[in-house]
């Protein structure tokens, strides 16, 4: 016995590790997208769908030798692909489709090894039930989830902080290795039956009769509801904060906790007491659902993700059968999980104009607790239709507050761009991505290259192009926007953009005429800031801006050790390195001051708060930014002086690597 709990919990273990070890290697890559985790986590569901299937199909179709030989056979041949490291010739290097080189990625770095971890829970609880003729043998399935929940709970606090990634791939292999060894011993022991197998009666609610082609839907519709209400949630925090993996744990470990809880005992799911709540939370939840307070949306989903998941989950198990059938509930399970991720991983962003799958989310809930109180009585339902309504009401409303001023509203893998016209107090256009603008532009012909947005003429980027000496001037950029930053360009000088998604470069040639009608030379590079700089011979810039946003996320990946080197090598000797560091939630000054001691370069911290209530000067935002140089001069020019604070290297602070993050340091 002690052996298949080991096995289950070892194989969750790793099963749950692996996630955001091989996810935060790969993240860069793809621009630290919010979609990067939303797509590896389409993998991780779809493929332990395919090992569910492959459970289910060898248990009912292969007698138990043919099982365990295939099974030893596939666990020694899955050996063969470690250590698990992904191939830098998988990184991008342009416009093709991020979401199929992710899949594909994975598939060949972690592919067999998942696949065999995402087999154990069902298998050696079908094992275990023929080995020892124990008829309840879901609190395995219970285990397995608490091994899960312990590895995402480790994996920010004891191992992120502390190891480097290739030493995280490296142990993880080693400790694969151990599990393919406990697995291979556990499949040939679950060999020999004992007398009785499958027939003594099941636990509390346990389903008798074979499942029927409803009940089998209904546990697939219960595991996506769950699914797809995570997956929607935590895109909406990473698009917002960033994409880390403790951002990505903390709805994933609620997640888990409700799979822990409820298929322990049936007495922790007091059905009662959930529905109810559940009635009162979607509503809410679906009128904050386009919320950009974080303060007060983020507890509140996760108090509200953790209810729903109770109902879907509990439900869940409610509706468990007989031992004999477990491995096609937990195949229909699986089934339900891929589906709702693929849901909001894969189709969501090609499809929906906006965010707007949390909220259909929300919706789509209420109408299954109204499916989960039919058989109630008749108040009961009644009160369910009116939670249909409400929620369906709220949730219009935040999908038609997302749509209601926008000109254009576009999506794919990497956001929802959207521009937004205003008349008053003069008229303006601005590019917005959630709820943050990203520069625009006056629409009056005479003041349309007039700085506005966070580029106002008392910003520090406006103070350091008013420093500058009057030569022409190569100025890279990382994240184009608006293109705002162009009404600094003369003729002469050349502004180098790289931005890694396709639709904004669109809508700023389209809806702005920063990059048609200035005077200066305009280049796009389409990709990746960083791996496009990385691949670049020096390219000489006077000034390198990093402006890359994605709502109030900065790609943490361009804030690290080895970006900086890459920076360095593209400046000329004298030049500005420049950070926007505006944002409500992070504060990234120890990070570049840091970086910026390391190479001997003096930061400077430059706020700007414009008093201007109407006019032109209405458009001019709030602005932090932080100016990196060795150039004497520039930094004693008055209008740098006069506003700038020099920023010190703090000594407790460690420098970010790629290796190495720690974002709790630089939340505001």
Known sequence: MILFAATVFLGAFLLFLVQPIIAKQILPWFGGSAAVWATCMVFFQMTLLVGYTYADLTTRKLAPRRQAMLHAALLGLSLLALPIMPDPSWKPVGGENPSWRILGLLALTIGLPYFLLSTTSPLLQAWFARRFDHAIPYRLFALSNLASLIALLAYPVMIEPWVSTGTQSVAWSVCYGLFALLCGYAAVTGVRPRPGFFRRGGEGNAVDAPPGGILQLTWLVLAAMASFLLLAFTNHICQNVASLPFLWILPLSIYLATFIVCFDHSRWYRRNIFLVLAAAVLPVMAWYSDSLNLKLVIPMYLAGLFICCMFCHGELALLKPEPKYLTRYYLMISLGGASGGLLVGLVAPYVLRGYFELAIGLGACALLLVYRTIRMPWWAMAASAAVVGATAWGAGKAVDRQVANSRVMVRNFYSVVMTVEYKTPVPFRSMVHGGITHGGQLLDPEMRFRPTSYFGPNSGFGRMFASLPRARRKVGVVGLGAGGIIAYGREGDTFRFYE????????????????????????????????????????????????????????????????????????????????????????????????????????????????????????ISNTVQILVTSNRALLEAGRIRDAGTTLAADPGFRVWTDSFNNLLRVLK
């Open 500 to 619: 890694i998604n396709p639709q904004v470069v669109e809508l700023a040639r389209r809806e702005f005429t920063f990059m048609t009608a200035t005077p200066a030379t305009i280049e796009v590079v389409l990709g990746d800031g960083r791996l496009s700089l990385e691949r670049e011979p020096d390219q000489k810039f006077d000034v390198l801006l990093m402006d890359a946003f994605s709502g109030d996320s900065i790609p943490l990946h361009l804030l690290t050790r080895e970006a900086m080197a890459i920076y360095m090598r593209h400046l000329k000797p004298g030049g500005v390195l420049g950070f926007q560091a505006t944002n409500r939630f992070i504060d990234i000054a120890p990070v570049v001051s840091g970086l910026a001691a390391e190479y001997g370069l003096t930061a400077v911290w430059i706020s700007d708060t414009p008093d201007g209530k109407d006019g032109p000067d209405y458009w």
